[in-house]
């Protein structure tokens, strides 16, 4: 495949199309690279970071680029399109995919070559998807036409509220009539899916109602209502918390039960997150489907899973069903992947196994894990598991309910696998079996003999 910067185009004449989906990340900062903070934003209030701790970090030493940079999105600054084109190519050389999705931790509305850039990533050809924008960086109204017909297709819009008062204050939108213009230019002519984080007393109740007849209106494909993180508990490990002081946002019990309500009332498809796809049953739709659980591996040994506060009843459902010789214990945290040290130091020990299994991105070092879960004087083994069980409902909301299901089918395949490679004492069923294969065979081998 040839590339020419210059001209900014791809050629994909000679390419051959498979099942494959690029992802192109352009970079950029929170709150530098998307008109500043919005007022709950997650990364609002962060200042210098200490290493925490992660799976990539060495076995002697914590600390490493992903939980000293990554982690709190830390880059220079948006990618220059010359460079963009460049990593995009070095996925699309051998074939054409069927989309690039454009993502980055700053706001894309931001990037001073954004439209260059889904011209030269199309070229008529291949349908552009946008990640995430809350349109702050759009100041004029009418540029989300040239996006789309440059090849733009779906678009994830942070839109808070309709209300322009309300964006202008809590998103911090400069211009927000000229965000909302461009919202409806994208409703009308390409897939938008809206996203709108939920605080109590401010966005919604009948400013929460006006948004969805809005949007509804608009003809948004989708709308994720998303829970707002104000404690250490929801995630804040930053030393940031709280960021609305005085605010006590919804808990993810009643996300669900509001994205329930929406979602019954509404067109366009609702989903609440971190916990409920209506459509999908996401996350942890296995616990949904109990009948598909029939497809996973037979559990052979023990181990003790210790997950998130809002995965452990889900977790606990599906483990109960499947095997009664792995217990799930959860710590005080509602993202798996945002527990730390000192959620393992705060654990009551006398539940869990001598074979433990984690979340494979939680943040704390591997030394410091398994002190914290041997300070009872019991030698523990800690393995870190899948990073990911399930599929986000962010993600979900695009997905069919037997794609969240595949997915979660492999993923737990792979965790059952990992407790019979790795965990403790072999289970009765397990042995059980064992033993029926034995007697099989010795009968097999006496009628061969006596023949």
């Not at 065979?441 to 003999?449: A, G, Q, V």
Request: some cysteine.
């Amino acid at each position: 495949m040839l590339i020419s910067i210059f001209d900014t185009r791809f050629n994909y004449s000679n390419c051959k199309s498979r099942d494959m989906d690029a992802v192109v990340d352009i970079g950029g900062r929170p709150g530098f690279n998307c008109g500043g903070f919005c007022s709950f934003c997650y990364f609002k209030g962060v200042k210098t970071v200490e290493p925490l701790g992660c799976k990539y970090c060495p076995p002697h030493k914590k600390g490493c680029d992903y939980c000293s940079r990554a982690v709190v999105e830390i880059q220079p600054g948006f990618k220059s399109l010359d460079q963009l084109v460049f990593e995009a190519s070095q996925q699309c050389i051998l074939s054409r995919p069927d989309s690039i999705t454009i993502k980055g931790n700053g706001d894309a509305s931001f990037h001073p070559d954004l439209l260059k850039l889904v011209q030269t990533l199309s070229n008529g050809v291949v349908p552009i998807r946008l990640d995430y924008t809350s349109g702050k960086g759009f100041f004029k109204g009418d540029e989300a036409g040239p996006l789309i017909e440059a090849g733009l297709r779906r678009i994830s819009f942070s839109v808070f509220s309709t209300d322009p008062e309300l964006r202008r204050r809590y998103v911090n939108d400069k211009h927000p009539e000229a965000a909302l213009s461009n919202l409806r230019t994208f409703c009308e002519r390409c897939d938008l899916y809206a996203m709108i984080v939920l605080i109590p007393g401010i966005n919604d109740g009948c400013q929460l109602e006006k948004t969805c007849n809005d949007l509804e209106e608009m003809g948004a494909k989708g709308l994720m209502l998303m829970s707002f993180a104000n404690s250490k508990e929801q995630g804040l490990i930053f030393g940031n918390e709280p960021l609305m002081p005085g605010i006590v946002p919804y808990s993810v019990e009643e996300i669900r039960r509001i994205a329930t309500e929406i979602n019954e009332r509404y067109d366009m498809r609702v989903i609440g997150t971190p916990l409920w796809d209506p459509q999908t049953g996401a996350p942890f739709a296995l616990a949904h489907h109990k009948r598909e659980l029939n497809r996973l591996p037979a559990i052979e040994r023990s181990a003790t899973i210790i997950t998130s506060s809002v995965a452990y009843p889900f977790l606990s459902t599906i483990f109960e069903e499947i095997g009664e010789d792995v217990n799930v214990v959860a710590v005080n945290k509602e993202i798996g992947s945002l527990i730390t040290r000192e959620d393992f130091n705060c654990l009551d020990l006398e539940n869990i196994k001598e074979r433990v299994l984690i979340p494979g991105m939680v943040l704390a070092h591997d030394q410091e894990i398994r002190r914290a879960l041997r300070r009872d004087g019991v030698r523990r083994l800690v393995f870190r598991g899948p990073d990911a069980l399930t599929v986000e409902t962010e993600r979900s909301i695009y997905m069919t309910t037997e794609e969240v299901i595949a997915r979660e089918l492999e993923a737990f395949s792979g965790l059952i696998c990992q407790i019979n490679e790795l965990g403790g004492e072999e289970t009765e069923s397990a042995t059980v079996q064992k033993d029926r294969d034995n007697c099989s065979c010795k009968r097999m081998d006496r009628s061969h003999y006596d023949d």
